[in-house]
């Protein structure tokens, strides 16, 4: 089934890289794309613990869903990841 979650902090191609690289690596998750320009993560998911696994792994990173809480350390999260991001070749 294909889903589909709004995201915050998503800025630019440098956290697209670390959301897509870091969601493809969950087992039964598949399809992983990033919208940056709507801070949308899409993905493709018939496990509802899987599902669960990857809102943890998006508010680790620094990219918590728009329903939950985004303090300063999301925020000073999803700039590491951002940095991170960017290094990635590929």
Sequence with gaps: ????????????GGCAKTITTKLSELENISEVMV??????????????TATQRLRDTLKVLGYPTLDAKN???????????????RMIKG
């Design 71 to 85: 303090g300063l350390g999301d925020k000073a999260k999803s700039f590491l990841s951002c940095a991170a991001g």
């Design 1 to 12: 089934m294909k889903l589909a979650l709004s995201v915050q902090n998503i800025k630019c």
């Design 35 to 48: 919208d940056v320009n709507s801070g949308t993560v899409s993905f493709e998911s018939n496990n509802v």
